[in-house]
């Protein structure tokens, strides 16, 4: 009960802690409308979306990772670590001092250089890494632009035209961090996980690329606010995935939402697979993982080894972040948007709508950012044939059977109403593929330690008796004993 209440309080705390950074990004993002010029709610935007919410995110998971998975696997999780202050020295503090120890150690540790690296390109590795990642997210809508006091502030970086063309196009230059990284080293074992890694992030970047086609179909655009939608705007209200497919009649907004999920589930598969394998973690950690080969990182030492960790944990929240703007409605609700935007109170204080929404979204990224660590612990590594089959071999070919399936319902049907019904039935096979797997796994469980020998060698007879009870000359260490 007492670990029910803690993650209860947990919770809670993330939520108001949520909400209120973006209801200070807001109101910050007024402060800088009113007293420096227009649109420079984007350049605080820098500071709380990129810095704030994506870094300190970034930072925390690295403590998130260990205690999810204690709880996954029973275990206590990091607790060692206390912090030498009167009150406090023996409370593990929810292993939060762990986070500071790592820092101070990286931060402390002594920066080794191969003699023989080029030192200029050893040290450019960990930067052409970190640095595409980071910029990622200054596409990504984080929130509604509303009216704060009589100015409009926007919850995004930058809205250029090409937004998603923008984003894979900054992704792939992570590829030159991990080959710098590897072949600058002037290690063999580095070169060849540099080179793995390589071919890794490469051949998944074209089935990326194919699983959003159709969703740029469907919604006629690349720019990501114009994906997401706006119902708080009237010139874009009911665009996007603010639009449903089916509703109902009456004020209160209630029906199916065109979000990416349910009109391009195909299509969502093969981006988080793919997104997921560029990110080089379980099960896709060939590239570095001890049993396959040496990481291409293995000549890195302190803080520059810690920005090739850290930036895995950036990649996971801008996936997250990236995944809920284009299949889970960004920031919106899944009903009742149009009504609670309509209301007097939330169109006289925006910034308490724009918290609302923007707390929504957070939320959504904080929930799938769950999902991928629940995977990172769940799924053993993949083979490295077996990363290449699942790329070449299976989503490349389902990336094309969907954009032209997807281009022919827009063409047939402009609601996309053809589109979601087909969605719906590939989310139904999906679910019932998985559940039918499920049931016949556990019946060949069943049927294997019904009979003979379980796992554990102790099998029993027709009698009812051990095995190695029934059959004193077993050569089983069972029956040895």
Known sequence: MSRILTMLFAMATIVFAVAGGVASAYLVGYLAEEYLFEGASRLTNILFLMLVFVMITATLLTLAERKWSAFMQDRVGPN??????????????????????????????????????????????????????????????????????????????????????????????????????????????????????????????????????????????????????????????????????????????????????????????GFFVASFAETKRAPFDAPEGESEII???????????????????????????????????????????????????????????????????????????????VIRWTFPRFRYDQIQNLGWKILLPVGLANVFISGALVLWDPSLRALGVVGLLEIGFVVALTMTSGSKTSDAHDAAHGHGHDAHGHGHDAHGLPAHAADPHSHSPAGAH
């Open 80 to 269: 060692r670590a206390r912090l030498a202050i009167p009150g406090l020295s023996n409370r593990s503090l929810g292993g939060i001092p762990h986070i500071i120890t790592d820092v101070l150690k990286m931060l402390t540790k002594e920066d080794f250089v191969p003699g023989t690296a080029n030192r200029f390109l050893f040290n450019l590795g960990p930067i052409l890494a970190f640095a595409p990642v980071f910029a990622l997210f200054a596409v990504v809508p984080a929130g509604p632009t509303v009216n704060v006091f009589g100015k409009t502030v926007d919850m995004v970086v930058a809205t250029p035209d090409f937004g998603m063309l923008y984003l894979l196009a900054i992704a792939s230059l992570a590829v030159y961090g991990t080959s710098l990284a590897g072949w600058s080293s002037n290690n063999k074992f580095a070169l060849l996980g540099g080179v793995r890694a390589s071919a890794q992030m490469i051949s998944y970047e074209v089935a990326l690329g194919l699983s959003l086609v159709g969703l740029f179909l469907a919604f006629s655009s690349v720019q990501l606010p114009a994906l997401v939608g706006d119902v708080g705007n009237a010139l874009v209200a009911g665009t996007g995935q603010a639009q449903y497919l089916w509703r109902t009649d009456g004020g209160f907004d209630l029906g199916l939402p065109a979000w990416g999920i349910f009109i391009q589930p195909l299509g969502f598969i």
């Open 295 to 373: 990481g291409y990182f293995v000549e890195y030492s302190g803080m520059k080894f810690g920005m090739f960790m850290i930036s895995e944990f950036v990649e996971v929240v801008v996936l997250a972040g990236v995944t809920t703007s284009l299949f889970f409605g960004g920031h919106h609700l899944p009903f009742g948007g149009e009504w609670l935007a309509a209301q007097p109170f939330m169109q006289e204080h925006g910034w308490v709508y724009g918290t609302l929404l923007g707390t929504v979204f957070w939320l959504k990224v904080i929930l799938l950012i769950w999902v991928q660590l």
